[in-house]
């Protein structure tokens, strides 16, 4: 069975090509458009992985995050951050809100190459012992 990914963003064009992309190297992929409707499809089955836009309405990424590291069976979940919000000003939000480093397993800015948003996943994954049997190339 391939890696289940989330995919948690309100834009559908980026929602659409993150998906087409993880399809096409043999990722079974759902999507949310925001992060109420994602924890309600992680409550549903949980991810192998979840990547996840930090600037959305409703709950945003930051909320999303904390909701699940609160939670000890999702707690463990890999989180990729994918936003036009950088590593650095993530980072200082989420402390000035939380008071706490974010914990995720790594950050990918908007706009990516296919090629490079693979290799991000796909590094994840093998670190979680997740990675898909043959991901193809794009």
Do not use: C
Not at 19 to 30: K, N, P, S
Not at 71 to 77: G, V
């Amino acid at each position: 069975m391939q890696p289940r990914i989330l995919v948690v963003d309100d834009d559908p064009d980026i929602t659409v090509a993150v998906r087409t992309v993880l399809e096409a190297a043999g990722y079974q992929v759902e999507t949310a458009p925001d992060g109420e409707e994602g924890l309600e499809r992680v409550r549903r089955e949980v991810p192998d992985l979840i990547i996840l836009d930090m600037l959305m309405p409703r709950l945003d990424g930051y909320g999303v995050v904390r909701a699940l590291k609160e939670k000890p069976r999702w707690a463990a979940i890999p989180i990729v951050i994918f936003s036009a919000v950088g590593e650095e000003a993530s980072r200082r939000r989420y402390e000035l809100e939380a008071g706490l480093a974010m914990d995720v397993d790594d950050y990918v800015e908007k706009p990516v190459k296919p090629v490079d948003l693979l290799h991000r996943v796909g590094k994840v994954l093998e670190r979680r012992g997740k990675r898909a049997s043959n991901p193809g190339e794009v």
